[in-house]
């Protein structure tokens, strides 16, 4: 059955649901999410961002947990740090962020074009260009001593002002990760500990061919595609931050073989792309989507705030930077996932020392009913709990919905 012209708004939602994994759960037991369920779903998503902020968890934990349900925490850690059978590299996707090793050669035209100086942070590009021999001399040490973290450096060099603090010998490591001359070998702590490629990531991909940049592209953009649904151009390049003219004229390309089908939908302005893969093998829609899931502030569902404003009528701010008397939901804020839509948000932290698990904010969405809304919530509360190892959830703030939620746990 042809996709149709026009999609409705809820449609929309519920095949961006879908194409992201939700529902996807082998079972409710911890002990059944294996590791070829997270590879699985990983490789549906394309990439997971990482992101320090530890206040409740890591950022990139939480995906999975959010889709395949409570699972060993360190499963993602040994795909992503475990040997040169490793299943995940890190490098800058959708900022910061684990990849399949399979997709290596996808980043190679972005790592020429980063040691040539373009797609990275003008101050690094200005820092290769003035420090070529130290870079070099980071670059013999870490071959000689590897892996390393910026602090071990013999002349790591002294941490500036501006750019976060970095030292000199981080901003060199950092130029020869984004050049793809270094990669992650481990993580110690959150800190980033660099060796070389060779020494890191399995050898067969590493010896597979380096695509054209423009093949490349296109088969990232189907990534995108696959893992959206249905989005806008603008959502697909920004799924792996594509170059604007480079994204537009790959997607041209994709529509031209018949691999993206353009399609229109209630309420958006821009025009619309639909992943085939996003249908049912009979070519219809979702028709229903049983999700509830607590999400992180950087799941791929939600990290393009146009997008989420789009889908889910959710104007959705990170308010980590924005003075305590001036935040409206919260320092952490997790959007819950109810169906196929948005129903509430939840400022959340964990408590290690005392074993709870705070609910410091809480805020129902508009037209979602407080009781059940408090109801299926304070279930992924226990649940998010449960699996932090923490006994308690207590809700220790405001917000409208914080009365029901108290009484639902």
């Known amino acids: ?5 026009t999609l409705s708004l809820r449609d929309a939602r519920r095949i961006a649901i879908a194409a992201q994994g939700f529902g996807a759960a082998p079972s409710n037991h911890a002990d059944a999410v294996e590791a070829r369920h997270a590879r699985r779903m990983i490789d549906r998503l394309g990439l997971v961002q990482i992101d320090s902020v530890n206040v409740l968890v890591r950022s990139h934990y939480l995906p999975l947990f959010s889709r395949l349900g409570a699972y060993d925490a360190g499963l993602l850690d040994r795909l992503a740090y475990c ?34 100086g373009e797609g990275t942070y003008s101050g690094l590009v200005r ?81 597979a061919p380096t695509p054209e940049p423009e093949e490349a592209q296109r088969a990232l953009l189907r990534i995108a595609a696959r ?29 031209e073989a018949g691999e993206l089908r353009p399609v229109t939908v209630e309420g958006w302005e821009q025009p619309a792309y639909l992943s085939p893969a996003s249908l049912t093998s009979t070519g219809r829609r979702p028709r229903k989507i ?57 400022d959340l932290k964990a408590d290690r020392k005392n074993g709870a698990l705070l609910a410091q ?21 226990w649940r998010l709990a449960g699996w932090l190892g923490l006994e308690r959830v207590t809700v220790v703030g405001a917000g409208d919905l914080a009365p029901a939620l108290a009484a639902a746990l």
């Open 1 to 5: 059955m042809p996709s149709p012209a």
């Open 83 to 116: 040997g040169k059978r490793r299943a995940l590299f890190e490098y800058w996707g959708h900022e910061a962020s684990l990849i399949p090793v399979a997709q290596q050669p996808l980043f190679r035209w972005r790592m020429a074009r980063a040691e040539r």
């Open 127 to 207: 820092f290769a260009q003035e420090k070529r021999a130290y870079i070099a001399q980071v670059l013999a040490e870490v071959t000689a001593r590897g892996p390393l973290g910026a602090s071990e450096l013999t002349e790591a060099g002294r941490g500036a002002g501006g750019w976060w603090g970095w030292s000199d010998g981080k901003r060199a490591l950092e130029f020869l990760f984004w050049s793809g001359y270094v990669t992650t070998a481990a993580r110690r702590g959150f800190e980033r500990l660099y060796d070389l490629p060779e020494r890191v990531l399995p050898a067969a991909v590493l010896a």
């Open 227 to 255: 893992a959206h649904g249905v989005a806008t151009e603008r959502d697909l390049r920004d799924y792996h931050r594509l170059p604007t003219a480079d994204a537009k004229a790959r997607v041209a390309e994709l529509v």
């Open 290 to 346: 049983a999700a509830n899931a607590l999400l992180s502030p950087f799941d791929s569902l939600i990290w393009e705030r146009q997008r989420t404003e789009r889908l889910f009528g959710l104007r959705f701010r990170l308010e980590i930077y924005t003075p305590a008397a001036k935040r409206e939901h919260g320092y952490y804020v997790l959007p819950f996932l109810m169906g196929d839509r948005i129903a509430a948000r939840v």
């Open 361 to 381: 904010a809480v805020h129902a969405e508009p037209d979602a009913a407080s009781g059940p809304t408090a109801e299926a919530l304070a279930v992924e509360l």
